[in-house]
């Protein structure tokens, strides 16, 4: 219902326009321009986040094998690779 934070992160983020949030600052905050990089650089991670609702469409197309199964089953000719001349121990 309100910002819950120094006072650093609460300016930027009531100019961000966020009005219920709530943070925790680990190490040393007194360094008042890496303390306000950090809060807009994860303010700025927020907007990576994908919700499975903006997720592109997924087409899912036929592996090879079930694609050409077909031609593979019915082949004549068998091939084997050092089977013959046990080149493959």
């Avoid at 009005?19 to 700025?44: E, H, I, P, R, V």
Wanted: net charge positive; glycine share 4%; with cysteine.
């Amino acid at each position: 219902t309100s910002l819950v934070c120094a006072p650093v992160p609460k300016k930027l983020l009531q100019m961000a326009g966020i009005q219920d949030c709530w943070t925790a600052a680990k190490g040393c905050t007194a360094t008042l321009g890496n303390f306000a990089k950090a809060t807009y650089a994860a303010m700025s991670m927020t907007y990576s986040y994908l919700t499975p609702d903006l997720w592109k469409e997924t087409v899912f197309t036929k592996t090879p094998f079930q694609e050409y199964s077909d031609h593979l089953a019915t082949s004549t000719k068998k091939y084997t690779v050092g089977v013959a001349d046990k080149s493959y121990q």
